[in-house]
């Protein structure tokens, strides 16, 4: 026992923690020792998360259900019923949820808005988690030369203010989809790289590495298999906190301008289109925002409720 | 070297010393550790906590980088091939194949996150890439009842094993590819009496059908007596004694090791204290000696001799096949 002590000290004391890192701590240590399906059932137990899963659950059924279900030909200008208020609370128009300053129904314009949101939103963080954790991972894995050649990228990525950046990217570039998951994902994969470099420094000396390298082991087996078990929990956990986070940049880029561009559509945009016309009809603006607002809250209830349950 | 000895050696340690870097200068965990291991042979490696035993283990594995030590001189050598003078990839293609090792902790030894049976497999898939996942994972259970562990538990995690079980799973990483020496590091220390005993019994079952050399780090007489065949003493990181096991326990030429069967425990000693606390003094660290013999301090037939204060011992041969590094080995009494 005193002899795995003496190691993890003189480890922790060898390892050269040159940058200030993100600490593993919370959600990294105490996640590694609990199983996927201990954490599935503290989840279950919290009725907030539980809550915030089902209405999340609801909102991305209703994101990709009804551009399918709607019938074709249901989405176009129609200038004689611009702005009519929802028919579901008795507002006089035609379409169940009001439409949209074209004449256009509102619930599918807002679904749609959803549906890239939350697809920006999900290719960023999948990108920056997968992306970011391996650079991080090698980094510190090899250390030396790459650890510090890897930081300085991250460091560099990091100098420039995010929505500046993003700003000049999406001026150079023209706003597609892909433009934008690039320009979010810069910032996203300095925070995983950090953390999988973090994790990895930490557990690059654990004694179940030095077995792995006993009988054989090469490092990116010890990287991909046994390094990439022991982030998991911690990598899951903060995608979960990125996620909101991420939609609500996407819906901001859009909102300025910056973002996604017409005729494709995202909820920041729909928000900047309707809001000149808040005067005549707040509904749409409120609509849209509602749903932003809801999809990030329960994201956000999410992932604080998935940490808790990992700490667990 | 006969001829007979040298077709069956399987491995050979030359001068092998280890050191670690501290604050007050280099440490040396072992110093100049030299023998040969035949096929089929056991050899046990006595000595207190903080010997360096685990450090001379993981040098044996050319790991002792990789644990933070430093190799700083020797040569471990299989089929004349020296491993520490081979690149980290060819060395890396005998970690488990030809020389495998089993830790002290298995708790810690297994990812906890980790199935006990996708470790297992890892461990064949990392000197077999051609195995699919399918065989992989039926060698795996294979390996695991043959080490008297359920083929069942292949999906278990770490934290669900008992410590006795978890240890034959850490014997089934290390017999999983065939190697022809096995390191086992205290593989019964932290077991209860009835599960050591199912431990030896296998390790004396995978012997007799692998004809692997095993070496097995202990600091209790109890397995050096079940199991081994000849016995290395270490002290601070010192050969003080090498011989074969009815030599140590009739005839031991060591006033360490003669302390340390003395304080072995019997029958009647009250169990929960320390089992060399009849040896008066503390274990010197390695390297805090300077010069003169390192037990000195706590030996009983010193007598405060002048040469045991100034003359590193040697060790030299003081009987057949047996060597000690005492100036007054001839004073030894059992
Ligand atoms: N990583 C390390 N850095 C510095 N010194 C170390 C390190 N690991 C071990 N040591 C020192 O090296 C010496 C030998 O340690 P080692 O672990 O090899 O002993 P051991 O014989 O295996 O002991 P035990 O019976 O407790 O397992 C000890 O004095 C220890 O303090
Ligand atoms: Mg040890």
């Known amino acids: 026992m005193s002899e795995r002590d003496e190691f993890g000290d003189a480890h922790l004391a060898d390892a050269d923690f040159s940058a200030p890192d993100l600490a593993p701590g919370e959600i990294g240590n105490a996640a590694s020792s609990s199983s996927g399906r201990s954490v599935a059932r503290a989840f279950l137990r919290d009725p907030v998360g539980v809550a915030a899963a089902v209405i999340f659950v609801l909102i991305l059924l209703y994101a990709i259900l009804v551009p399918l279900l709607v019938p074709a030909g249901a989405g176009i200008v129609n200038i004689t019923s611009r702005l009519k208020g929802p028919s579901l609370f008795g507002g006089g128009g035609h379409s169940l949820l009001g439409t949209d300053h074209l004449g256009r129904p509102l619930g599918l314009t807002v679904a749609e808005g959803l549906r890239t949101s939350l697809e920006v939103g999900l290719a960023v963080v999948v990108i920056t988690a997968c992306v970011g954790w391996l650079l991080g991972a090698v980094g510190a894995y090899i250390g030396g030369r790459v650890d510090s050649l890897v930081g300085r990228l991250m460091d560099t990525m990091n100098v420039f203010p995010g929505l500046l950046l993003a700003l000049a990217i999406v001026s150079a570039l023209g706003g597609g989809e892909l433009t934008i998951i690039l320009v979010l994902s810069i910032e996203g994969i300095v925070i995983f790289g950090r953390l999988g470099r973090s994790i990895t420094l930490t557990s690059k000396h654990a004694e179940y590495v030095l077995a792995a390298k006993a009988f054989g082991a090469s490092p990116i087996r010890i990287l991909l298999g046994h390094l990439r078990l022991t982030s998991a929990a911690a990598v899951i956990a903060l995608a979960l906190v990125q996620l909101p986070q991420v939609v609500l940049l996407e819906a901001s880029l859009s909102y300025v301008g910056f973002g996604i561009q017409p005729p494709n559509t995202s909820i920041g945009l729909i928000v900047a289109e309707e809001q000149d016309f808040i005067s005549i009809q707040a509904w749409p603006v409120l609509f849209a925002g509602g749903c932003l607002a809801l999809t990030c809250v329960s994201l956000a209830l999410i992932g604080l409720s998935v940490r808790r349950a990992l700490r667990s | ?334």
């Not at chain 2, 000895?5 to 280890?18: C, G, H, N, P």
């Not at chain 2, 495998?100 to 990812?111: R, V």
């Not at chain 2, 990483?173 to 077991?191: S, Y």
Request: hydrophobic share 45%.
């Open chain 2, 1 to 334: 070297m006969s001829v007979v000895a040298a077709a069956t050696e399987v491995m050979r340690v030359r001068d092998l010393v280890v050191e670690y870097s501290s604050r007050d200068g280099p440490l040396r965990a072992v110093d100049g550790a030299s023998f040969e291991l035949a096929a089929g042979e056991t050899l046990g490696i006595v000595g207190e906590s903080g010997s360096g035993k685990t450090t001379l283990a993981m040098a044996l594995m050319g790991l002792a980088e990789a644990s933070g030590a430093k190799v700083r001189s020797g040569s471990v050598t299989f089929d004349g091939v020296d491993m520490l003078a081979l690149p980290s990839r060819r060395r890396r293609g005998l970690r488990g194949k030809v020389v495998a090792m089993s830790f002290q902790d298995p708790m810690t030894s297994f990812n906890p996150v980790w199935t006990v049976g996708s470790q297992l497999m890892e461990t064949i898939r990392a000197h077999d890439r051609q195995a699919t996942r399918a065989e992989a994972l039926d060698r795996a259970r294979n390996l695991l009842e043959r080490v008297g562990v359920p083929a069942e538990h292949v999906g278990l995690l770490p934290e669900q094993l008992s410590g006795g079980m978890l240890q034959r799973a850490m014997i089934a990483v290390a017999i999983a590819n065939q190697p022809r020496v096995i390191i086992a590091d205290e593989p019964v220390t932290a077991l209860d009496v009835t599960v050591q005993a199912q431990i030896l019994q296998l390790f004396r079952e995978l012997l007799a059908s692998t004809g692997a050399g095993l070496i097995i780090v202990t600091h209790d007489f109890g397995v050096v007596a079940e199991l081994v065949d000849r016995v290395l003493v270490m002290y601070a990181g010192k050969t003080v004694e090498l011989a074969d096991v009815n030599s140590i326990f009739h005839t031991p030429h060591h006033p360490y090791t003669a302390a340390l069967l003395r304080s072995r425990p019997k029958l009647e000693v009250t169990i929960g204290r320390s089992r060399l606390a009849a040896i008066p003094g503390a274990p010197a660290g390695p390297g805090e000696v300077s010069a003169g013999c390192p037990f000195r301090s706590r030996c009983q037939i010193s007598h405060g001799r002048d040469i045991c204060a100034t003359d590193d011992p040697p060790l030299v041969e003081v009987g057949k096949g047996q060597l000690s590094a005492c100036h007054f080995w001839k004073e030894v009494t059992p």
